[in-house]
């Protein structure tokens, strides 16, 4: 009897640990506009092959969203965008202008390009 307990004991603890990363996967969500930004900066830095040593990290600002991170050469990550949509956004590397257009489009590529 105490090894069937033990048994199911085990796939009940992975489950549950699975559980929790999954609901800390869906922290970040929380806000709309900010997630936008963040996503369509992520897009923008995958599309163009750059290697992230620290992820862009967003808040919002007066003007709108500011994200900031680095490469794995040190150099830093910016991407600025308007606070409302479509989200104005440009994304640079150092001195380095990677993407100007707006956080939208970048999603909606990136939509496509998955169907």
Not at 37 to 54: F, S
Not at 61 to 69: D, E, N, R, W
Not at 74 to 92: K, W
């Amino acid at each position: 009897m105490k090894r069937t307990h033990a048994a199911l004991a085990v796939p009940v603890l992975v489950l549950s640990l699975g559980a929790c990363s999954q609901i800390d996967a869906l922290a970040p969500v929380g806000g709309a506009s900010i997630t936008t930004v963040r996503n369509a900066t992520y897009d923008v830095l995958v599309d163009e092959g750059i290697d992230i040593l620290r992820a862009p990290q967003c808040s919002a600002t007066s003007s709108g969203f500011t994200c900031t991170g680095s490469t794995i050469d040190g150099n830093p990550i910016v991407s600025e965008a308007g606070p409302t949509t479509p989200f104005d956004l440009t994304v640079r590397v150092g001195d380095t202008l990677l993407f100007e257009g707006t956080a939208e489009e970048i999603l909606e590529a990136a939509v496509l390009e998955a169907s």
